[in-house]
């Protein structure tokens, strides 16, 4: 079992996967951390569509993402997380207006990082994608109109070294402290 | 150690502390912790004003935060970590007018649930706020009209039980598989 902070050390942006499934269970557990994440007034408004079937896998990869970026690793990633966005009226249109915190983007990242930290600890890789086309991975993942596809995010087994890891910037560039 | 999932499922939003302090140490592991996340581009947007002052603290449990919630609790908690937002240019505000996606407040999201999760193994009670003044909690940490303040995260001992765990959805009603 590893502390928070090893897990965060560890995770890197997988960008290239074995081609082993990743067993059914450890799928779940995965979604379950992320359904117990906590979110504004309590709202939930993530939405979860977990593919691992390869024909919707290719489509997402083709058709589900913006061009540029040259992605075609993301058909090879054994599941593909779809994350969506279901906004409630007063806590993510109105309440906003008023205190200027868009709370449903912050809720979508606190959700979809659970399942990337329980994803880790699992010794998988996994890589949030925001680069998409939200039209279309509506389409292919079926999601009714009120839903809106926010990121992907790809897991499976690691075929790579974290040997690029990001550097981050110093704490002192980030933080002060008031004590 | 934990695994992430009981963690996810311990952490509740605490409302109340114990006067004792939180060691700096842990505090700093908290704020590593959520400088080592991941985020669009790295672009790292996030900044935090870490408020130990009793003072300052008062003040933004005054002033900080935005009328009708009752929020005195606020300053009683030990530690408030102040989270705010610099946007970049390109990835924060052209590339999302051709996705759709809000990156920046994605990101914060991530990087804020790293220090719940981190302090949460360390035994610790932590609560979001995104109830907030900007512009007054802006002027009471000293940031630059750049960086924009999203949201507070309180952090203390807990004085209270998770009694009033707030429900979630099942898992049927926020996800379907693709297999």
Redesign the interface.
């Known amino acids: ?5 090893d ?3 560890q ?1 890197f ?1 997988c960008r290239s996967y074995k081609p082993n499934t990743v067993p059914p269970e450890m799928i779940e ?1 995965i ?3 992320a ?4 979110s ?1 007034c ?1 709202r ?1 408004p ?8 390869p024909e ?1 896998r290719r489509q997402l990869a083709r058709e589900g993402i ?1 061009p540029g970026l040259g992605m075609t690793w993301l058909a090879d990633a054994p599941v593909i997380l779809v994350l969506g966005l279901k906004k409630s009226l007063v806590t993510h249109k109105v ?1 906003p207006l ?6 449903s ?6 959700a ?3 399942a ?3 994803a ?2 699992f010794g998988l890789g996994s890589c ?1 994608i ?5 039209k279309t991975t509506r389409q292919i ?2 999601w009714p109109p009120e839903i ?1 596809p ?2 992907f995010i790809t897991i499976g087994w690691p075929n790579t070294l974290p040997e690029n890891r ?4 110093d ?1 002192r560039e ?6």
């Open positions: 079992m590893k502390s928070v902070l897990l965060a050390s995770r942006s557990k979604v379950e951390a359904r117990l994440a906590p504004a309590n939930q993530w939405r979860f569509t977990i593919v691992t079937d919707i913006l309440a008023i205190s200027g915190v868009d709370y983007m912050l809720d979508i990242g606190i979809g990082e659970h990337v930290l329980q880790t600890e949030w925001g680069w998409i086309n939200q993942v079926n809106i926010q990121a990001a550097p981050r910037l704490i980030i933080s002060q402290w008031k004590r």
